[in-house]
């Protein structure tokens, strides 16, 4: 061995038996966060700095307590690391623990997994303390292990960050060459509300799976004058296909071919959300943009809007403290030993938040207009917070629903109290008799009780016909003021909804697409399957 190999080989052994592993621990789940949800959100965005930064405080100032009772660097360390895989490792542990034969309410399973969690922490801190040998050897360990999972988790990261530089969202600037079509503006402009039910079913999914008859909601739609297309289908099987397909007038089937059909990114499907052919059009036009945001990453807020309406900050307060803390910084929070707390404490304002979505929609009225209002309600969503009266579904029934998927009875009561608020909105909106607005109601894709999370959906999918239905059928009800015979027809899907419109009002020569549906599944996202046939 060289002297320059025994210096590396010395100066590597050094490094790891420095006691680093506590903040190695403190990096590596929030990591594995980031690297299991790539093509949802930016791998590094403001979120994730702050999750980095606050975790990186914690854990130096539970160290220094230690050390300050130990005066040991190792043991400080050790019992540093014992807290946080305990902390992180939470969820995981409870998903094993409930599977534990225990004749026991959910809350309860909770509790007891903390008590052990507390136990084995408090035990485990004694130990150490009263540890008098070298624990060189167990400093060495955890140092490998986390870094180890530490390169794993950036080894991801970084593989998925490279193949992003292939791939150009300014893509999303092809336009359909609206400029050539000659969109031409009325005398009178009429404000245009396209609102999205997010997972709300189609009027046959009510009667013949969810066993609802009531029909008020199509009486009301042909009172007030809607066109209702009975037999509508989504056109793809998820939000974040289905928006940014209807929204520029186009399928999306290409994005196989440039991104694969394998990849687990919708960063351009989301860019396409935001910059789309409907919002130019409506520009070039003189109108005012407006959206209503969900608590959803895609449709929070959109740059190209001239006005946003933000409903996505979710406020947690802890006596006097409030904590404004988005979707994304929740959904991690509630993989870790927070969970309970988070969770309680999130339900009640993410029922506000959908709450006030829903209510801000008709308060666009007193903006100058012409106006397009874009709204992704949520209110109709899993999972099921609202009881049919709007009452919020108490913590210990949504404890005790084991899918809020496929837990039909309290989605429908759901969706009963959204069928109120979706009177109450179009009532409001049709208010002024002589400015009547053009009003589009849509699901993105309809709801999946017998299919489940999407997260879960197996392949072959020719056995779940009936859950391909429920998915794909939707609502899609027009209300087009002043017109005699606008060009709707009852399998008219989203795709060609703007193609109709800017026809009808607006001089435009689109020409309409062929109705289609596609499916694809949560691996395999731009895999798509035509199951027009099936769904019908």
């Not at 909105?425 to 017998?450: A, C, M, V, W, Y």
Request: aromatic residues 12%; glycine residues 2%; contains cysteine.
């Amino acid at each position: 061995m060289t002297k320059r190999s025994k210096r590396n080989h010395f100066a590597i052994q050094k490094f790891i038996s420095l006691p680093f592993h506590f903040l190695a621990f403190t990096l590596v789940p929030i990591l594995f966060f980031i690297s299991k949800n790539l093509g949802q959100v930016s791998s590094f965005n403001n979120d994730a700095l702050i999750l980095i930064i606050a975790s990186l405080v914690c854990a130096i100032t539970i160290w220094t307590i230690l050390f300050f009772f130990s005066k040991n660097y190792e043991k400080s360390s050790l019992i540093t690391t014992v807290i946080l895989v305990s902390f992180f490792s939470y969820v995981p542990l409870l998903k094993f623990w409930q599977k534990i034969p225990m004749k026991l309410s959910n809350n309860t399973i909770e509790l007891s997994l903390y008590l052990f969690l507390i136990t084995l922490v408090t035990i485990t801190t004694i130990v150490i303390f009263k540890f008098r040998k070298s624990l060189a050897i167990w400093t060495k360990f955890f140092n490998i292990i986390a870094l180890t999972l530490l390169i794993i988790s950036l080894g991801t990261i970084a593989k998925y960050e490279l193949s992003q530089l292939k791939i150009n969202l300014n893509k999303t600037s092809e336009r359909m060459e609206i400029d050539k079509m000659n969109l031409k503006k009325p005398e009178n402009p009429p404000d245009v509300y396209y609102i999205i039910f997010d997972a709300f079913p189609r009027s046959d999914t009510l009667s013949k799976l969810y066993n609802y008859d009531d029909k008020s909601l199509d009486h009301f739609f042909v009172k007030k004058g809607f066109f209702i297309a009975t037999k509508s289908v989504s056109n793809y099987a998820h939000t974040h296909f289905s928006l940014p397909s209807s929204l520029n007038m186009r399928y999306l089937n290409y994005l196989t071919d440039e991104i694969g059909g394998k990849s687990n990114n919708i960063n351009l499907p989301k860019e396409m959300i935001r910059n789309n052919d409907v919002i130019y059009a409506f520009k070039s036009l003189g109108y005012k943009i407006i959206q209503i945001g969900s608590e959803y990453d895609h449709t929070a807020s959109n740059p190209y809007a001239d006005l946003n309406i933000n409903n996505s900050d979710a406020v947690i307060k802890i006596g006097k403290l409030s904590l404004a803390v988005n979707n994304y910084l929740t959904t991690f929070l509630e993989t870790t030993a927070l969970y309970p707390a988070i969770k309680n404490l999130t339900d009640n304002n993410v029922r506000t938040i959908r709450l006030n979505a829903v209510n801000n929609v008709p308060k666009t009225l007193k903006e100058q207009g012409p106006k397009f209002v874009f709204a992704h309600l949520t209110i109709s969503h899993p999972s099921p917070l609202f009881d049919k009266n709007g009452a919020p579904v108490s913590d210990a029934v949504l404890n005790s629903i084991s899918n809020i998927y496929t837990d039909i009875n309290h989605n429908l009561d759901q969706n009963i109290f959204v069928m109120k608020k979706m009177k109450e909105i179009i009532d409001k909106l049709l208010s002024n008799l002589e400015n009547q607005p053009i009003i589009i109601i849509q699901s993105d894709h309809g709801p999946t009780s017998i299919l489940g999370h999407p997260h879960h959906w197996e392949r072959p999918f020719e056995n779940k016909i009936e859950g391909l239905k429920e998915r794909m059928r939707i609502l899609n009800a027009y209300y087009f003021p002043k017109v005699k015979n606008p060009n709707l027809y009852e399998t008219i899907t989203p795709v060609n909804t703007f193609r109709v419109l800017f026809n009808t009002y607006f001089g435009g020569n689109f020409n309409l697409l062929e109705d289609r549906s596609y499916y694809s599944d949560h691996v395999n996202k731009y895999e798509f399957f035509d199951v027009t046939k099936i769904v019908k």
